[in-house]
Each structure stands twice: as C-alpha cells, then as structure tokens.
C-alpha cells in the first residue's frame, strides 16, 4: 500500500493500518483492506513511534516532548 512520504512508524488496530510520518507531522489512516486513505490528522513536530491501546492510538510526537491520543 501507498503511504505518503516518509513513513515512520505503522499500527494495526484490527481494522485499519495506521501511518505516522515525522517529517510531514502527519498521522495517517489507511483502509486495512484496500489501503485506501480514509483520513489524515496533523500531529505535533516528529510524529514517530504509534501504539494501540485497544480502543486508541498513541503517537509519540518527538519534537513537542510529548504523546498524544487520536
């Protein structure tokens, strides 16, 4: 699947493939069956490493220090 430039960390919630990318500051969510773009959310500066709680996704936003939940 096509992702965008640069991607730097990937989840799998189940249904959906999720796509952090640290130089665009950008938090993508891709159909986990066609690959298909299905929405784009702007993170903090460095939106790196993601996790799946279960019922959220956490990305760790190095440039701002911090880990944010979308």
Known sequence: YSTGSLPAGVVFDGTDIWVSHG???TLTKHSG???ATLATYTTGSGA??????G?????AIAGDGVVAKF
């Open 23 to 25: 130089n665009a500051n």
């Open 33 to 35: 069956n066609s690959g």
């Open 48 to 53: 790196y490493e993601l996790a799946f709680d």
């Open 55 to 59: 019922a959220n996704i956490w990305v």
